[in-house]
């Protein structure tokens, strides 16, 4: 092989974003460790939390997938530890009844979560999107990188986005939403007045072969009202129109 070839294959090798797989079942870190490899990830894997924290620690990845049920030290006690010293992007998979652990792992920094069972397709669409937010993805768990892609902002009233580092601000305050709230925030705000049905925001939100209930989408919703209340006590900017879906407000 060429010099030079075997220069830019290394080089690329190099570049490619690191991806941490923490979960105790062995199934799961085969699976999802093949897919993100065919994907163009490198992948680290570790069966339980205090060997993956000593790892993320010493030797930062691009990004970390944790489940929240695991032996000597769970999800919930990696993530506390983690966000000590590092705000490394986590997504968290959690089974369907974890609503108060995965409400928890939102607070205390969790980018994203994913109920199990769950699609490959999902979980890779968005370790895509929070990689290309502003706040991912150099491997030093810092947070410093640039967004890859340049989208135009949108402004609605005191609302402020900016799809290509999934950042929004109310009133110039910043509010920090998952990927998913995030998009269908996006989807509501690009039309204000325009009422969307759920079928329509879960389509914003999740790829075509995902299945998701009206609850999932209504308990997004919630917890994008109760984020903007945290800085605006009074807002209500995202109206119910029971039994059509949902729609936004310039004026809120």
């Known amino acids: 092989m060429p ?22 079942d062995r199934n799961i870190l085969t699976s ?21 924290l000593a790892a993320l620690v010493d030797n930062p990845p691009d990004l970390a997938v944790f489940d929240i049920k695991m ?29 108060q652990d995965e409400e928890a792992g939102l607070e205390m920094g969790a980018d994203d979560y994913i109920a199990k ?45 900016d799809p290509a580092r999934h950042q929004v601000s ?20 690009i039309r204000p007045g325009v009422i969307k049905s759920r079928n329509q925001l879960m389509d914003a939100a999740y790829p075509d072969d995902v299945f998701v209930d009206d609850r999932t989408v209504d ?7 109760r984020k903007f209340r945290a800085v605006d006590p009074n807002f209500d900017a995202i109206e119910t129109l029971y039994g059509a879906g949902y729609s936004f407000t310039d004026d809120g």
């Open 3 to 24: 010099v030079a070839e075997r220069d830019e294959r290394a080089q690329r090798r190099a570049d490619r974003r690191v991806i941490a797989l923490v979960d105790d």
């Open 32 to 52: 999802v460790s093949i897919a993100l490899q065919s994907e163009g990830y490198a992948t680290r894997v570790y069966s339980d939390g205090v060997t993956a």
């Open 71 to 99: 032996p000597r030290m769970d999800g919930m006690e990696l993530l506390r530890r983690l966000r000590e010293t590092s705000a490394l992007p986590v997504i968290f998979l959690t089974s369907k009844d974890d609503e």
């Open 117 to 161: 069972p769950f699609s490959l397709r999902l979980l890779l669409a968005r370790i895509r999107a929070i990689l290309r937010r502003g706040g991912a993805g150099t491997g030093d768990g810092t947070g410093t990188v640039q967004a890859d892609a340049v989208t135009e902002k949108i402004s609605r009233g005191r609302l402020l986005m």
């Open 170 to 189: 109310w009133d110039g305050r910043n509010v920090s939403f998952t990927v998913t709230e995030f998009l269908i925030l996006e989807a509501l705000a």
């Open 219 to 225: 308990s997004h919703i919630k917890r994008v009202r």
